[in-house]
């Protein structure tokens, strides 16, 4: 049997949920509430916040928010007839784990609202204000319009890393930038293939971009760039969300040789294989019916790229194994006559942050392209010694029967929101049981972690 937070889990999993699309979800935590007795508002960006009352023994003590985000990231297999905003997860158990089949699972952030849901049947607890926000996965829209005047705590818990004997109590600055360029074409004179690299491994772009992996975008422009036989570029697409590394990508081409290009393309990733962590990684070359026209500069385009290191620039030297500041290219998108370059860059310093992003934008003004949108994020610093932090820890320590680290984290967390409209004395943690794979089609979450976390969190708000 199940503990109430899995079975909570598995009841709202019916409910789709893709950003900018989460009105199903919201519409089932308002009736939840209302079974409750519970008072909810909902602000200008649609986050909910439901007030739960203290319990009797709790009533003067201060309040607490559990907050957590709506949306998910929507990954499905390749086959897979999945629809992500009419569909419910279809979710397996697998020996000690729950996962879902052929799409992600779910469970950023979802195990979280399951718990919240939870915490307000917990014997003992202090009034809380469960936060349930909108678009956290793409834009961070409802950061930007969240009423914090419906809000009234001191101390913030937020479910949003990825291991049960970790408790998180900083996060990355970053800034997220995009460039355009205007392209001139020419005709065609041949014929034209599609070409496509994929069974990359999917990965999430902060968790795992200091590991022994690649992207797909980048395979394509470095071979491109390096093959020195005759070429012509129509395009290179793909991109799914910021937060993950491309697993694979497509360009539409003409070859001279296509026999060099298929042999010498798989002598490149032999080379991949064997020096990099995608063992599966396949290609097709497939002839195009009809001709589109060529760009005319294309090394316009893979120059600027070329110039820009992506992936891991330095470590810190503080926090061991820590990425201090890193970059990602996420995106790739020709369309009509313009071409789309999105970049993701983090830092736990601010100022190489701002350097890294300066030189990057110096880099692709030289090609000629503009600057689109430039959106930057701080992030957030508490006290290890805080009173929240030493209660979490100690209860931690207490149920996994383990030492748990105080960690930083080389991505964003929603804490440094909290706090940054608040007030310099909040305090924040983020928490979570321990999952693999997030926000790939392999995500899954232990169900003993989801169980101890639930517990944890339930002896946490009886201490504070």
Request: a negative charge; proline letters at 3%.
């Amino acid at each position: 049997m199940h503990s109430k937070t899995i079975s909570n889990f598995l009841e709202i999993s019916k409910y789709p949920r893709p950003s900018w699309n989460e009105s199903k979800v919201r519409d089932f935590l308002v009736l939840w509430a209302d079974s409750k007795w519970f008072d909810h508002k909902a602000d200008m960006a649609w986050n909910l916040i439901i007030y739960v009352p203290a319990t009797s023994d709790k009533e003067l003590n201060e309040t607490v928010i559990l907050q957590s985000h709506m949306d998910m990231v929507c990954v499905k297999a390749s086959d897979s007839n999945h629809d992500f905003s009419e569909d419910p997860i279809e979710i397996v158990e697998e020996g000690w784990y729950l996962k879902a089949n052929d799409t992600t699972l779910w469970a950023d952030d979802w195990i979280w609202i399951a718990l919240s849901m939870t915490a307000s049947d917990f014997k003992s607890h202090p009034r809380m204000e469960l936060v349930f926000t909108t678009e956290e996965e793409v834009w961070l829209i409802w950061a930007q319009k969240l009423d914090f005047g419906l809000l009234s705590w001191k101390m913030v818990l937020n479910l949003d890393s990825e291991d049960e004997d970790q408790i998180c109590i900083s996060s990355a600055w970053w800034t997220r930038f995009d460039f355009k360029k205007k392209l001139e074409f020419k005709a065609p004179e041949y014929i034209q293939y599609r070409f496509e690299i994929f069974w990359m491994k999917w990965w999430h772009s902060w968790a795992e971009i200091h590991k022994n992996h690649w992207n797909s975008v980048k395979i394509i422009i470095d071979f491109l760039s390096e093959y020195d036989f005759w070429f012509e570029l129509v395009s290179i697409n793909w991109g799914t969300a910021d937060n993950v590394i491309p697993s694979s990508a497509e360009a539409i081409i003409w070859i001279e040789d296509y026999e060099r290009f298929e042999k010498e393309f798989k002598r490149y990733l032999d080379t991949v294989k064997s020096n990099l962590d995608c063992p599966d990684i396949w290609f097709t070359l497939e002839k195009q019916e009809s001709k589109l026209e060529i760009i005319k500069d294309m090394e316009s385009i893979l120059n600027p790229i070329n110039s820009t290191k992506i992936w891991v620039y330095n470590f810190s030297e503080k926090i061991p194994e820590l990425v201090q500041t890193s970059m990602n290219l996420w995106m790739i998108d020709f369309r009509w006559d313009i071409v789309h370059i999105a970049f993701l860059a983090r830092s736990s310093i601010n100022i190489e942050l701002k350097e890294l992003v300066e030189n990057t934008i110096s880099t692709f003004n030289m090609s000629w392209f503009e600057l689109m949108r430039n959106d930057s994020y701080p992030g957030w610093q508490d006290d290890p010694e805080s009173r929240l932090v030493r209660i979490a820890k100690s209860e931690f320590e207490n149920i996994i029967w383990d030492k748990t680290q105080i960690v930083a984290f080389h991505a964003w967390l929603e804490c440094w929101i909290l706090v940054a409209g608040l007030w310099e004395w909040v305090h924040a943690i983020s928490i979570w049981p321990t999952m693999h794979d997030v926000h790939s089609i392999n995500e899954k979450v232990e169900i003993a972690s989801v169980e101890k976390m639930e517990k944890i969190l339930e002896n946490i708000l009886k201490r504070l």
